[in-house]
């Protein structure tokens, strides 16, 4: 089967795939426009997960480091020299086992892989070593760095979060090839489906070139998450009937809503699982979680499915 692009041309294959650790989904939370709630689907993904009674690791691939200040690691202060996943996926004789960077979080069943500015270093070195045929130091190519930090610790986690920078550089690709799903977050306006519509197109050449050179590009699905979703915006329930039209069930059926909630958790580096109802109206709260439990069980059934167990 094939995603589809908003110009209706075929972008990215996705086939029921394993790993070598057959338990371990690793989900990517992509897409090309900053805002479109990538990290805050991330971090509430994560949450609900660890709820659950996954074992959850988050890793955040954003230099900027959002997902880690949401998670209580500052990265301008708590995170140091080599404390990134660079750390584990770097070209020098630096390097060091992934898990020695894992943190637990105060959230029970939920450990971190923090990031900060560090993480663009790879985005610098990775061309000098491609031109100096020292890409595959440390046993693998680039774009399967991750994938292999991963296998190390994968016995230790049910689910990885990974929380991609809005770029398509040397982490996003590399990022991906270690995904055994994608979600891609959409907001629902025309600019932001425009531009979803040159990610999905750049990304399928770009892992194109990555699969003619022997890197694993299926997944076990990929779906379209509708983020900061107004109901009553007219303009907005036009573009999500083209969405729904050109992805047809690709696009989850859940959407995530626009609400006040989100946006006053997130003033004190919050999550909805962590505020709680006492800082805001009862309707507001019970509104944004109702839609934000959909989503996430809606992510975590096709997880099920994808292990078999639905």
Known sequence: MFARSARGREAIEFVPHRRENEHLQVLAVTNFKGGSGKTTTSAHLAQYLALQGYRV???DLDPQASLSALLGVLPELNVGHN????AAIRYDEDRRPLGDVIRNTYFDGLDLVPGNLELMEFEHTTPKALADGSASDGGAIFFARIASALDDVADDYDVVVIDCPP????LTLSGLCAATSMIV???PQMLDVSSMSQF????RDLLGVVRDAG???KFDFVRYLLTRYEPQDAPQTKV???LRNLFDDHVLTNPMVKSAAISDAGLTKQTLYEIGPGNLTRSTYDRAMESLSAVNGEIEELMRAAWGRS
Do not use: S
Not at 83 to 86: D, K, V
Not at 200 to 203: A, E, G, N, V
């Open 200 to 203: 999905l197109l750049m990304t």
């Open 57 to 59: 690791l988050a890793v």
């Open 240 to 242: 999500v009937a083209l």
């Open 167 to 170: 770029q398509l550089g040397f």
């Open 215 to 217: 890197g694993q590009l």
């Open 83 to 86: 404390e990134t996943l660079y």
């Open 185 to 187: 977050t959409v907001h």
